[in-house]
């Protein structure tokens, strides 16, 4: 019975050995994509805090889509270039400091989904989230989404703020 049993012990023990290798690479690749597609986002602030036009725009699909913080901007390519031509235009256009970045891959690794925080001198903390995808060998932003992130216990006054009739609405000039 003791020998019955440390054989099936041994066996067990051997399996996980011999599966292990695969799962540790299987566990690399996927941390190695991931790493690509932090790398296609860290050049993309790169490129923004530098003002480098034509790498910022670059890095997105044609038909990304670009969503900023007001309910007003949400911009194709072509209209979120022509946003972004004047402030880059002296070689600085804006600066996002990304930090606690997390990627979700598709199961056949062609889509990305990431969320990352982010910090802003003036803004403070942020987040993007962001949807990546693999056109040929190179990773695309296909979607941005800027949010400015509000404590819960802020949540009333932002939304007293929201809410309220603006200085330019009000009729005052």
């Given at each position: 019975?003791?020998?019955?049993?440390?054989?099936?012990?041994?066996?067990?023990?051997?399996?996980?050995?011999?599966?292990?290798?695969?799962?540790?690479?299987?566990?690399?690749?996927?941390?190695?994509?991931?790493?690509?597609?932090?790398?296609?986002?860290?050049?993309?602030?790169?490129?923004?805090?530098?003002?480098?036009?034509?790498?910022?725009?670059?890095?997105?699909?044609?038909?990304?889509?670009?969503?900023?913080?007001?309910?007003?901007?949400r911009w194709g390519k072509a209209e979120f270039m022509e946003y972004a031509r004047d402030p880059f235009s002296d070689g600085h256009?804006?600066?996002?400091?990304?930090?606690?970045?997390?990627?979700?891959?598709?199961?056949?690794?062609?889509?990305?989904?990431?969320?990352?925080?982010?910090?802003?001198?003036?803004?403070?903390?942020?987040?993007?989230?962001?949807?990546?995808?693999?056109?040929?060998?190179?990773?695309?932003?296909?979607?941005?989404?800027?949010?400015?992130?509000?404590?819960?216990?802020?949540?009333?006054?932002?939304?007293?703020?929201?809410?309220?009739?603006?200085?330019?609405?009000?009729?005052?000039?």
């Amino acid at each position: 019975m003791l020998k019955m049993i440390c054989g099936i012990f041994a066996c067990v023990i051997l399996i996980g050995c011999a599966s292990s290798p695969d799962v540790r690479r299987a566990d690399l690749h996927e941390q190695g994509v991931a790493f690509d597609v932090g790398l296609v986002l860290e050049q993309f602030h790169f490129a923004a805090d530098q003002g480098l036009f034509d790498m910022y725009f670059g890095l997105m699909k044609d038909d990304v889509v670009f969503l900023g913080t007001d309910e007003s901007e949400r911009w194709g390519k072509a209209e979120f270039m022509e946003y972004a031509r004047d402030p880059f235009s002296d070689g600085h256009g804006w600066t996002y400091k990304p930090r606690d970045r997390s990627v979700i891959l598709s199961d056949d690794e062609q889509i990305a989904w990431v969320d990352e925080v982010l910090d802003h001198d003036r803004y403070g903390v942020l987040r993007g989230t962001a949807v990546l995808e693999l056109i040929g060998e190179d990773w695309k932003i296909a979607q941005y989404n800027l949010t400015m992130l509000v404590p819960n216990e802020k949540m009333g006054e932002v939304v007293e703020v929201i809410r309220s009739p603006s200085v330019e609405s009000s009729g005052n000039d």
